[in-house]
């Protein structure tokens, strides 16, 4: 493993280099006279309140020591200059085609109210295209849990939609986590047409677009509250109570978020359910 400190802190900082720290994350005028005595990688950043040319000069001067550096034009969050901070990262590799790039994710998934997933797939694939060689994130706030493997799945995904020239779709869908992968719902005349032809009492549950539904060859239910629907069905055994009860909120909830409930089959989802190889 790689150890990375993140401090502008001298003390700290030159500790760190003596135990044999791998990266110093932050670079820029404040801290650059501690660099010459460096011995770890250093990652060079704009000045605080200032853009891409204090980046270069920044970068510039750490190049004339001869220590190792990454640059890092730093990814400002939502609504205080994203788009802006993309756009340095492409001019930065545009100036710098073969230098090392880090970017930081973690303003936009510890920053939004919004699940990471899709967040860090979009990101992956401005990462892919721009080439850049490092990505910082973190797992602090309660959505951004997973982040990590999140964009471990990301990268791969999208290096594998650039190098075969096709779009990151029916590669992996292990990202598709909240929701699903596209499936087949049947329509209630269906349902009913199948009704028809059941002989026995046991009760088969199916979801459809807005709502579940419940028949066996007796009665017909659809609904959409599951203890509505268990009432209805005035089951009296404890055993059958307790599969009824599991198999009809497990199928408001596919309903409810539009994934694929097959009775007595877990829902899926995605990457959270911890069976593919991420290799």
Not at 52 to 70: H, I, K
Not at 99 to 114: C, P, Q, R, S, Y
Not at 182 to 209: C, H, W
Request: one cysteine or more; proline letters at 4%.
């Amino acid at each position: 493993f790689a150890v990375s400190i993140d401090t502008f802190e001298p003390r700290t900082i030159r500790a760190a280099d003596a135990a044999g720290v791998d990266l110093l994350l932050s670079v820029n005028r404040q801290n650059i006279d501690l660099v010459p005595d460096l011995r770890c990688k250093v990652v060079v950043i704009p000045d605080f309140g200032e853009g891409l040319e204090s980046l270069e000069r920044n970068a510039a001067e750490v190049a004339a020591t001869g220590v190792p550096y990454v640059l890092d034009p730093i990814l400002d969050p939502l609504g205080f200059g994203f788009t802006a901070a993309v756009e340095r990262y492409a001019e930065t590799r545009r100036r710098h085609p073969e230098a090392e790039i880090l970017m930081g994710v973690g303003n936009l998934t510890e920053l939004t109210d919004v699940d990471s997933t899709g967040v860090n797939a979009v990101m992956a694939g401005v990462i892919e295209e721009l080439h850049i060689d490092y990505v910082l994130t973190t797992e602090v706030i309660s959505w951004a849990a997973g982040a990590v493997r999140e964009l471990d799945l990301a990268r791969k995904l999208m290096y594998c939609a650039r190098e075969n020239r096709v779009p990151p779709k029916s590669i992996d869908d292990r990202l598709v986590a909240l929701k699903d992968v596209p499936f087949r719902r049947y329509t209630e005349d269906e349902l009913r047409s199948m009704q028809a032809k059941v002989k026995d009492r046991n009760l088969r549950i199916f979801t459809g677009a807005d709502r579940v539904y419940v028949f066996n060859r007796d009665l017909f239910l659809e609904g959409t509250d599951p203890r509505e629907m268990f009432a209805a069905l005035q089951v009296d055994d404890a055993g059958h109570a307790f599969y009824l009860g599991r198999e009809l909120e497990r199928a408001a909830l596919a309903v409810k978020l539009g994934k694929k409930y097959v009775q007595e089959s877990p829902l899926r989802w995605g990457y959270l359910d911890g069976d593919g190889d991420d290799g």
